[in-house]
């Protein structure tokens, strides 16, 4: 606008170059016409053309109208509304139209600033800049994370949703490593695709070796000592991220949704999928996967990733091209050894002839004959309890491991499960039961009105059984009222109220009987003794 404005003065300004300042502007060329006199009398107006002119009292937004935009999350005629209401109580000035409003709010807030107004942090977050990492060489970062798929899965009969645990390396965008959970997943998902991910013989692939850094979130399972542990002992960096940062882990965020789009959309049970009717349901006949089946197929949409699938931060090539090219020279741990570096330490034991005492549950093994009274190092698997393994506790040599001793068959670990899921359905229905209340409905202001009627007998009755199962109506505190306490003492006096006149405080330990009080206004002595257990008599 300057430069057609020297022009102008010039007297060099055409209609041809005003047209074509209309059609790159994307305005028609009269409003060109009309800022070009408007920057003649304001030289203002050429810095920003086609914005009104600021004057005197023109409406911009303050900081009650941005408040009242977050408490109604961006609706301009609700806060138009309670800026009316307000002026009628005589609590400010009259707002402005609501166009006006509206162009005051455009105006003088950013895109990002109205979008967090109505949707929050997340959303405001959608119009921020943010910058790209280097993605420097294999193995300089790995990214890990939990993602529970969006797919229900036959487990056991029950359809549930299971939880992917992966690591991916930044600069190849490779996934190094992956474990699937049924249920939600713990320290043991995270070891085991941290196994995965390091070694890279059959059939893990090319892909693995140890990382220079770990990128997780908050996460308890990625922080846990056990966790820790291992990447301490695996010389890796851990970088734990600020919480709700998803874009500081870009690259794992993004395989969460490539999976989704990708792969699991079109497998059976996609929980996601559009249902006709206004109530998402699945249909009666629809078959679910299996566990070993979504895994298997997961795996080779894995593989795929890896070997055939081209991101477009690579170039057209796929991540094992990528993997390839880079000279950098691994790390790599022996399986062995990363086995016992990814297990739970439990501490030392001794060997018994009964075994290994842990967690109050015996564990034998065949190499356990003639070991008996050797000092044993414990390491397990989280939540695998079924078995543990044996380390000398001197040499640190591994002895081999030890089964849980008189194990429960399937059979009869079948039977209390359902019994605990029995135990646990009738309960909640009971709590459902005490917990549900009914109100009468109200068509003008009144205080609530609570529904349902007994009779006399039935509360007695209810109180009565409710009474004999309650400890803190069995107890019985005032049958020996406490000591009164030594002279020099300042007790309240609404201690002293429930305390024994006249009898001292209980003597130390060690002592078997203490003198006489005496009891009451007659003055009898009562003599003041305890029994083995230490209760007073």
């Known amino acids: 606008m300057r430069r057609l404005l020297a022009l102008r003065r010039e007297g060099m300004l055409t209609t041809a170059r005003v047209r074509s300042a209309a059609d790159v502007l994307g305005v028609r060329e009269r409003a060109v016409w009309r800022w070009l006199a408007a920057a003649e009398q304001n030289e203002a107006a050429a810095r920003a053309p086609g914005e009104r002119a600021a004057y005197p009292g023109?409406?911009?937004?303050?900081?009650?109208?941005?408040?009242?935009?977050?408490?109604?999350?961006?609706?301009?005629?609700?806060?138009?509304?309670?800026?009316?209401?307000?002026?009628?109580?005589?609590?400010?000035?009259?707002?402005?139209?609501?166009?006006?409003?509206?162009r005051a709010i455009r105006r003088d807030l950013t895109p990002g600033e109205r979008a967090g107004l109505a949707g929050g942090e997340r959303e405001a977050r959608k119009h921020d800049v943010f910058?790209?990492?280097?993605?420097?060489?294999?193995?300089?970062v790995w990214e890990t994370d939990h993602m529970q798929a969006p797919v229900l899965v036959d487990v056991d009969g029950k359809p549930r949703r299971p939880w992917i645990t992966w690591f991916t390396d930044c600069a190849t965008n490779a996934i190094t490593g992956v474990a699937v959970t049924p249920v939600h997943?713990?320290?043991?998902?995270?070891?085991?695709?941290?196994?995965?991910?390091?070694?890279?013989?059959?059939?893990?692939?090319?892909?693995?070796?140890?990382?220079?850094?770990?990128?997780?979130?908050?996460?308890?399972?990625?922080?846990?000592?056990?966790?820790?542990?291992?990447?301490?002992?695996?010389?890796?960096?851990?970088?734990d991220l600020p919480a709700y940062t998803p874009h500081l882990k870009g690259?794992?965020?993004?395989?969460n949704r490539a999976v989704e789009s990708m792969f699991l959309t079109s497998l059976p049970g996609y929980a996601r999928q559009p249902r006709p009717g206004k109530r998402p349901s699945r249909p009666k006949d629809e078959v679910l996967l299996g566990f070993e089946d979504f895994t298997a197929r997961l795996l080779d949409w894995t593989l795929w990733w890896n070997t055939e699938h081209r991101p477009a931060p690579l170039r057209g090539r796929t991540p094992l091209q990528a993997w390839q090219d880079d000279p950098t020279p691994l790390r790599d741990v022996p399986a062995t050894d990363l086995w016992t570096f990814t297990l739970e330490d439990a501490g030392t034991r001794m060997l018994t002839t009964r075994g290994i005492r842990f967690r109050k549950r015996d564990y034998v093994g065949p190499w356990m004959t003639g070991q008996t009274g050797i000092q044993v190092r414990i390491r397990f698997m989280p939540h695998h309890q079924h078995c543990i393994e044996v380390y000398h506790a001197a040499t640190g040599h591994y002895l081999g491991p030890a089964d849980l001793a008189d194990q429960a068959t399937e059979e009869q670990v079948s039977a209390v499960r359902k019994t605990r899921a029995a135990r646990a359905r009738r309960l909640k229905k009971d709590l459902e039961a005490a917990q549900r209340e009914r109100y009468a409905a109200a068509t003008q202001a009144g205080p609530p009105r609570r529904l349902g009627a007994l009779t006399g007998a039935q509360a007695d009755a209810e109180l009565a059984l409710s009474a004999g199962t309650s400890l803190s109506q069995l107890a019985l505190p005032d049958v020996i009222p406490p000591a009164a306490p030594p002279a020099d003492w300042r007790t309240p006096a609404s201690l002293a109220a429930l305390t024994t006149q006249g009898r001292p405080a209980p003597l130390p330990s060690g002592r078997e009987s203490a003198p006489a009080v005496s009891d009451g206004p007659a003055g009898r002595a009562v003599p003041f003794t305890t029994d083995e257990d230490g209760d007073a008599s």
């Open 131 to 140: 910058l790209a990492r280097p993605r420097g060489w294999r193995n300089k």
């Open 185 to 239: 997943p713990s320290r043991e998902s995270v070891l085991a695709a941290l196994r995965s991910a390091v070694l890279r013989e059959d059939p893990y692939g090319p892909f693995g070796g140890v990382p220079e850094k770990v990128r997780v979130d908050r996460g308890k399972d990625f922080l846990s000592r056990t966790v820790t542990a291992a990447f301490d002992l695996l010389d890796v960096t851990v970088e």
């Open 58 to 102: 023109r409406f911009t937004v303050t900081d009650e109208v941005r408040a009242l935009l977050g408490l109604w999350k961006g609706n301009v005629a609700a806060v138009h509304r309670e800026l009316a209401a307000r002026a009628a109580r005589g609590e400010g000035e009259p707002p402005p139209s609501i166009p006006t409003l509206h």
């Open 251 to 255: 690259t794992v965020e993004g395989l």
